[in-house]
């Protein structure tokens, strides 16, 4: 069984910068690919960045250059995190922590709200 805990989030104004984490421990075979989606009411979660465990990353076009996505391992924990720089209103969502064996087979993290504003 992985366990997911988030951390980070918050509230900023446009142009700010914010940090996420989350920190998965279980089965290291599940970890294989980590990330980070988000959702806002009455929209579908959508992919924001993902890295699996050769580094190879990907990026939505709205946060390519500005979010950065890494990972790091200490024993059995494995932990990634979203580095969120020059932040725009539309960014305001909740986020995210995704891990799984394969693209698109996750588990989830709780949750974790990011609000900026103008």
């Known amino acids: 069984q992985v366990q997911l805990v988030e951390s980070g989030g918050g509230s900023v104004q446009a142009g700010g910068s914010l940090r996420l984490s989350c920190a998965a421990a279980?089965?290291?075979?599940?970890?294989?690919?980590m990330g980070w989606f988000r959702q806002v009411p009455g929209k579908e979660r959508e992919e924001v960045a993902i890295?699996?465990?050769?580094?190879?990353?990907?990026?939505a076009d709205s946060v390519n250059g500005r979010f950065t996505v890494s990972r790091s391992r200490d024993n059995d924990r494995e932990s990634v995190y979203l580095q969120m720089t020059s932040l725009k209103p539309e960014d305001t969502a909740k986020y995210y922590c995704?891990?799984?064996?394969?693209?698109?087979?996750?588990?989830w993290g709780q949750g974790t709200q990011v609000t900026v504003s103008s």
């Open positions: 995704a891990v799984g064996p394969s693209r698109g087979n996750y588990l």
């Open positions: 279980g089965l290291t075979y599940y970890m294989q690919v």
């Open positions: 890295i699996d465990s050769g580094g190879i990353t990907n990026y």
